[in-house]
């Protein structure tokens, strides 16, 4: 076995290379220490891929929730921070029935019927001035006559501090079959929405970033509209974090897939952002193995 000295790359991704012929590692590592071994490949008898499970970018110490949404059985949407910010399914969801193959690992399937959501237990953890909303989804029906809420803490009415996101209608003239948004704080409504129309059918990163430097939305890793006006974020007290739908049995529910959905209590920047999108990067399958390497000597 050839030993190996690591540097850890601070966007979040982790491969080797051999007289430039070595794949991307195919196994996590556990960046604390203890020498993982994997396997090398030569690139050139790579030839297939398998949509990768890497989660390794949390962000240490700003990461406020993180709802895998690979829940098989049951009606509770776990928090994976151990901050114990768990969801409760409602309207007609539940793992067992609407658990999916998800982008990493598992995901929820939302119908169109406008019921189903997750609401999550009410902290203030979830009042968040500064902060970053990342997720996947996939929907077969992007062009719609009704607004479709992926992301939501906006209760009845205009109130300082109403956030959402959302799959725009084709009827409402703004920037139709696109990701929106939306923050409110009780003066201004302001908003962005993403360049171009969402694409049915197919696993969709985004990520939109709130704050004291304005609203970014990355789809995919590209930067999109952005506005520099400083926000209030997503701070009504009085409103609970709903995924899927605006809110609890509220009309325009999600109609798609819904994963890995993380919530950050900082703007999050490019470099980070990317890193965010780069996890879901295909893990080739190779044949001609070249050796076994250890990783060793961590973040030198």
């Not at 080797?16 to 960046?31: F, K, P, Y």
């Not at 009410?122 to 009042?127: A, E, I, P, V």
């Not at 171009?196 to 789809?219: C, D, E, K, R």
């Not at 520099?228 to 009085?238: F, K, L, V």
């Amino acid at each position: 076995m050839t030993s190996w000295t690591a540097r850890a790359l601070l966007i979040g991704i982790l491969a080797m290379a051999l007289n430039g012929e070595i794949a991307r590692a195919q196994t996590s590592l556990d960046v604390s220490g203890g020498g993982a071994v994997i396997p090398g490949y030569d690139s050139r008898t790579c030839v297939a891929g398998i949509e990768g499970a890497m989660r390794n970018v949390h962000y240490e110490g700003s990461l406020v929730a993180w709802w895998k949404l690979d829940e098989t059985a049951g009606t509770t949407a776990f928090d994976s921070t151990g901050n114990g910010l768990n969801g409760t399914m409602g309207g007609g969801l539940d793992g067992v029935n609407d658990g999916v193959q998800g982008i990493i690992g598992g995901a929820l399937d939302f119908s169109s019927q406008n019921t189903e959501f997750i609401e999550m237990a009410s902290s203030t953890m979830l009042d968040i001035v500064n902060g970053a909303v990342s997720f996947w989804f996939r929907t077969a029906n992007a062009s719609d006559a009704a607004n479709r809420f992926v992301f939501s803490k906006d209760n009845s009415g205009r109130n300082a501090g109403d956030f959402h996101v959302r799959l725009n209608t084709s009827t409402n003239g703004l920037d139709p079959n696109e990701i929106m948004l939306y923050v409110d704080d009780g003066v201004t409504e302001t908003y962005i929405t993403s360049d171009s129309p969402i694409q049915a059918n197919s696993w969709t990163h985004v990520v939109v970033s709130f704050g004291a430097a304005g609203l970014q939305m990355y789809v995919n890793g590209n930067k999109q509209a952005e506005t520099s006006p400083a926000t209030d974020g997503m701070t009504n007290p009085a409103a609970s974090v709903i995924l899927g739908n605006l809110r609890n049995g509220s009309s325009g529910g999600f109609d798609g897939a819904l994963d890995d959905v993380r919530l950050y209590e900082k703007q999050l920047s490019g470099d980070e952002i990317s890193a965010l999108y780069a996890q879901r990067a295909v893990i080739q399958v190779c044949t001609d193995k070249l050796g076994s390497y250890q990783w060793t000597d961590w973040g030198k």
